[in-house]
């Protein structure tokens, strides 16, 4: 898909089709009718490319240097509200928002749009898809069936987005097509969207995707497919009237299926005879290919592609280039990391510890640089890079593996699953009488989480996830919402913690989702 078929869709979608945000903006058909759009093959690859495209500018961004709040999501939803990140000295209200959980609704990143916007798209293409072949005998079953299980799961995605952050939400499973249609819409329980949408569309994804592959990492492919599926279970065990263990049952049944599908080289994720005995992760001394080069690695499970020829600079919150990033890595974190760079090897290939002049507060892992001692001062080439964020890699999937094992008492099975990752780091292996009961265990999986899944998304989720907000959180935010003296810089702690918990672990919903749906109510607490 990449960069012809982004800009071919870009187009087709604008001027055939339209862009829907249905709570936003619902932007009827114009010009082309639909049922005279999706005709050949060519419909359907263009229609796929602008569901990543959308996706992937909600995640990375428009390209631009200066839409802080637009793009970049997958770090500001996954990583500024946790503890390995803060605002910096550049950051603008809206990120030191995120840091300091003092999360209003006119914050850009509070908007839900984007995530619509691609759902706009899959419902079109479940709806559409179909009729294809009655025009195109070039589609055949098995391109029709690959690509509904694309916008299928995409869907899916999209939905576990939103429910992750903001609650309840709207249904839309249909494609806007008629102007009289309204786009006020009540908001559908959480736990209901992942039973009744999230968890079906998913199941309908994976029974209509072509088996034993050798994927494209770049879409969503059996592999990912499983990992979505068995992260909404491991959210859903946590969720008030989920399943508990039988969830985190459900989560193990998937990973078991992924550990059968094939990574991008064409051997299982699982290792041989894909039974998960052995997976096949990237090796210690070529960790960074899973960021750097993940066509080429043997753990990347989905990653999102980008070009910068095509699409501009990908100014993600934890860019290498610029002097004022608004994000940087929290002090406390930094210096807790980089003490151990001695035994973590991916201590050196991610941050800087050579306490550097130049960002010595920034994350390198997506970036082929080495910090010297004369740091990396920014420049205008460090614009020309690709970061590849994963969606899903092999190491989250042991991680969560291990949780799910810890939370169902298997105990033995996630130290395994812990020191695959623990000990590629560097590390000796932890032992049995480390981590005696599950709470000891979680809590070391979650250490080893912070350090391995650095910036990659997934951070204030697993806190969430695992009820350690407030014991991980709380002593950070105290200090974060603290009183500095100026002259001494002696900062005075408060005391609230997270405030008004559980409630804002969600986000609020955005004033101009509010102005748009006369039906929505806004999240408790804000």
């Not at 994927?215 to 599926?229: F, K, L, Q, R």
């Not at 390198?364 to 460090?382: D, E, F, M, Q, R």
């Not at 614009?383 to 810890?406: I, K, T």
């Not at 032992?431 to 000891?440: G, K």
Request: glycine fraction near 8%.
């Amino acid at each position: 898909m990449k960069r012809i078929l982004i800009i071919a869709t870009l187009f087709i979608i604008a001027i055939g089709i339209g862009s829907c945000k249905k709570d936003i903006t619902l932007t009827p058909a114009s010009g082309v009718t639909i049922n005279n759009y999706f005709k050949n093959a060519n419909d359907i690859t263009a229609s796929l490319a602008g569901i990543y495209s959308a996706f992937q500018e909600e995640m990375e961004g428009s390209g631009s240097t200066s839409d802080e709040g637009y793009g970049g999501r997958y770090n500001y939803w996954g990583d500024v509200r946790g503890d390995a990140f803060k605002g910096s000295t550049y950051a603008t209200y809206s990120v030191n928002e995120m840091a300091t959980n003092t999360l209003e609704f006119a914050n850009a990143s509070t908007d839900w749009a984007g995530l619509y916007k691609v759902i706009s798209r899959t419902n079109l293409a479940i709806q559409y898809y179909p009729q294809v072949p009655a025009t195109d005998p070039n589609v055949t079953q098995t391109i029709l069936n690959n690509s509904l299980s694309q916008a299928y799961a995409m869907r899916a995605e999209s939905y576990f987005y939103i429910v992750r952050l903001w609650g309840d939400a709207p249904e839309w499973t249909t494609a806007y097509l008629d102007i009289t249609q309204s786009g006020s819409k009540a908001r559908t329980k959480a736990l209901t969207l992942v039973d009744s949408l999230i968890i079906p569309d998913l199941t309908k994804a994976y029974s209509l995707i072509q088996k034993n592959q050798t994927p494209t990492i770049w879409y969503v492919g059996e592999g990912a497919i499983c990992a979505i599926m068995a992260d909404v279970y491991m959210w859903r065990a946590s969720m008030t009237g989920g399943g508990g263990n039988a969830d985190y049952a459900n989560a193990i049944t998937w990973y078991n299926k992924l550990f059968a599908a094939k990574n991008a080289l064409g051997n299982p994720f699982g290792g041989a005879g894909g039974t998960g005995a052995a997976p096949t992760l990237e090796t210690q001394l070529n960790w960074k290919n899973v960021f750097l080069n993940p066509t080429q690695s043997a753990e990347p499970i989905w990653s999102i592609f980008w070009d910068y020829t095509v699409n501009g600079c990908a100014c993600i919150p934890v860019f290498v280039g610029l002097s004022n990033n608004p994000v940087q890595l929290d002090p406390n974190f930094q210096n807790q990391w980089k003490a151990l760079y001695k035994t973590d090897t991916r201590v050196a290939k991610s941050i800087d510890t050579l306490n550097t002049l130049n960002h010595i507060n920034m994350l390198y892992k997506y970036y082929n640089l080495v910090p010297t001692s004369a740091g990396i001062t920014p420049v205008a080439g460090n614009l020309n890079f690709n970061p590849y964020l994963p969606m899903y890699r092999l190491s989250d999937v042991l991680l969560e593996y291990a949780e799910a094992s810890a939370q169902t008492g298997d105990l033995a099975t996630a130290l395994r699953f812990l020191n695959l990752i623990h000990v590629r780091a560097g590390y000796p292996a932890i032992t049995a009488a480390q981590v005696p009961t599950s709470a000891a265990m979680i809590n070391a999986i979650l250490q080893e989480d912070e350090y391995e899944l650095l910036g990659e998304g997934k951070r204030f989720f697993q806190l969430i996830r695992t009820n350690h907000v407030h014991t991980i959180m709380d002593p950070i935010l105290n200090v974060r919402n603290g009183t500095t003296d100026p002259i001494t810089g002696i900062t005075t702690p408060v005391t609230t913690g997270f405030i008004d918990a559980p409630n804002r672990y969600l986000w609020p919903l955005s004033q101009s989702a509010l102005n748009a749906n006369t039906l929505l109510k806004q999240n408790p607490g804000y």
